[in-house]
């Protein structure tokens, strides 16, 4: 019996099996610049990204972290801006974890990077909204369940959009 992928508890729990398919049928991808863990809040970019930086022995980014809360809550356009600031300063190649609207907002950003999209299933990321109460809310003037099924709709057009490349490229490489 083999051993569990070092990834498989740190992506959606719905989509390990296919995942663990699309691994064991990718090519590894080619790095360039940043390796940009993004997606959808409540993905997971988070949990990979110290596992991820560990293995390609680079230096680890979280972009939500380094801008802090306080900014978000008390202008998005101001955390936009401060948030594309923090990404162009980056130094050297790091392994980046990129907030949930970095794809929708920043994705000219990306060029010359590898942007790597972490998948997540509606469900998956309703129950993590729902169930996470410290996540300042995007659209407060609906309701928590119109605002979790219109960001995800309108997100995932938007990351459509943007060239980046799977999940599973990225693990192959790491495997």
């Known amino acids: 019996m083999s051993t569990p992928a070092w990834w498989l508890e ?3 729990p719905r989509l390990r099996e296919s995942l663990t398919r699309d691994v064991a049928e990718a090519a590894p991808c080619p790095l360039r610049g940043h390796v940009v863990l993004v997606g959808h809040r409540g993905a997971g970019k988070s949990r990979l990204l110290l596992p991820v930086a560990e293995r390609l022995r680079r230096p680890a980014v979280e972009l939500d972290a380094a801008l802090g809360r306080a900014l978000f809550e ?13 990404f162009v ?7 980046v974890s990129a907030g949930g609207g970095f794809l929708s907002h920043h994705g ?3 060029e010359g990077h590898t ?3 972490v998948p ?6 309703a129950e993590r909204m729902r169930a996470d109460t410290t996540r300042p809310r995007l659209k407060p003037n609906v309701s928590l369940e119109e605002e ?3 960001v995800f709709e309108e997100r995932e057009v938007l990351h459509g959009r943007v060239r980046t490349v799977p999940l599973a490229a990225l ?3 790491l495997e």
């Open 120 to 125: 997540i299933t509606f469900e998956t990321y």
């Open 10 to 12: 740190l992506v959606d």
């Open 115 to 117: 942007a790597v999209q």
């Open 148 to 150: 979790i099924a219109s």
């Open 108 to 110: 000219d950003l990306l």
């Open 74 to 86: 008390s202008s998005q356009l101001e955390f936009r801006r401060a948030e594309r600031r923090a």
């Open 171 to 173: 693990l192959k490489r």
């Open 89 to 95: 300063a980056v130094p050297g190649e790091a392994v």
